[in-house]
């Protein structure tokens, strides 16, 4: 990521990193959503998108001398800022709430953070606030209400993604790019990657920015023309847990119009069904909420919005591993067999309805 130092904050030899960013852009033609590429951010060295954020804001933590790194996150941008933290030497408070991924969560505690569990997801921004205003706690995630994003150091890291993606298509960007959407911080590094891009006249025109949302917060600003994403809660939890915020922010939604683009909200089973897809026919195998760019190009590509000759990337922004339980009821028990051939067959055939010719 630092190869673009130019456009960041610090200097590559300052940079607190692990080799994020150069991830692969890669053609999805089996999918049969015409011409869509996935950049797969799950290659990262935490295994996602976030890590972009946590490199660009762990530089200023210790360019600033701080002490302790503070995170509200229920998953990657909390694993990411662990991460970070153990690389720069910074111990790290990251606030879960009861319910988070337990693989995420193992991987905060793996890198050494100091976890701790709230029931209340309110008192998270609390007790961060109190961290920060009491004892200059440095924060890489939003801490207080209505959300304004995150980290703006860690922001401008998203840039890059944009970068990676024009330079591949040799300074032609896509028509469209799509993403799973919760505070829409890499909606907005992304996009502003690409203005910086247009300003400078390395490209002559920017995307358009769909955002894939679980809550609807963004589709009905946009249709009631507010100048705020309502608050919009659920009844019970997404699987897509790390898109779960109820309310997008300003910011994003000043993206999509900007852009000329659109939101969609995605619902579980569609996300379930693109997680499987994905899997089987790429080899790649997403985290739910990574899955929501696809279930929306599908719904965009039908309704005419994006018209078939158009090119959109999707950004797959986390590794399945990250949080595997709600996709395991989607796939078939593996039997158990013992006999021979005819055996191995028969159980092929009734799990997998496998015939060999
Ligand atoms: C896997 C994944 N995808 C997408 C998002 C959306 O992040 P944001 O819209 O804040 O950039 C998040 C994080 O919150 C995430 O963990």
Not at 66 to 81: F, L, Q, R, T
């Amino acid at each position: 990521m630092w190869r673009w130092e130019g456009f960041l904050h610090a200097a590559a030899p300052e940079a607190v990193t692990l080799g994020e960013g150069n991830t692969p852009l890669l053609p999805a033609p089996s999918l049969g959503l015409g011409d869509v590429w996935i950049k797969d951010e799950s290659r990262n060295p935490t295994w996602s998108f976030k890590d972009r954020l946590g490199s660009g804001a762990l530089t200023m933590a210790r360019r600033f001398g701080a002490k302790v790194i503070a995170s509200s996150s229920s998953g990657n941008a909390g694993a990411a800022a662990a991460a970070y933290a153990a690389r720069a030497g910074i111990p790290c408070v990251v606030f879960t709430f009861v319910g988070s991924a337990g693989p995420l969560v193992l991987q905060m505690r793996a890198y050494g953070a100091m976890v701790v569990k709230v029931a209340d997801k309110a008192d998270r921004w609390r007790l961060q606030s109190l961290g920060v205003r009491e004892f200059g706690w440095y924060p890489t995630s939003p801490f207080f209400g209505p959300v304004v994003g995150s980290n703006p150091y860690g922001m401008e890291g998203y840039k890059t993604i944009a970068f990676e993606i024009a330079e591949a298509f040799d300074w032609e960007p896509p028509d469209w790019c799509v993403l799973p959407v919760c505070y829409g911080d890499a909606l907005y590094g992304m996009w502003k990657g690409f203005e910086e891009l247009k300003a400078l006249g390395w490209i002559s025109r920017t995307p358009r920015f769909v955002a894939a949302e679980v809550s609807g917060s963004l589709p009905a600003a946009l249709a009631s023309g507010d100048p705020m994403p309502p608050e919009i809660a659920r009844n019970a939890p997404s699987i897509a847990t790390s898109i779960g915020a109820a309310q997008a922010t300003v910011q994003a939604l000043d993206v999509l119009r900007r852009s000329n683009g659109t939101a969609v909200t995605v619902g579980d089973d569609e996300m379930r069904r693109w997680v499987v897809t994905l899997a089987a026919r790429e080899g790649i195998w997403p985290e739910a909420s990574s899955a929501a760019p696809f279930a929306a190009i599908e719904r965009l590509r039908a309704q005419g919005i994006i018209k078939p000759q158009e090119r959109c990337v999707a950004l797959l922004t986390a590794s399945g591993l990250k949080d595997p339980g709600p996709i395991e009821s989607a796939l078939p028990e593996p039997p158990l067999v013992s006999g021979g051939l005819s055996e191995l067959l028969a159980a092929l055939k009734n799990t997998y309805g496998f015939s060999h010719d």
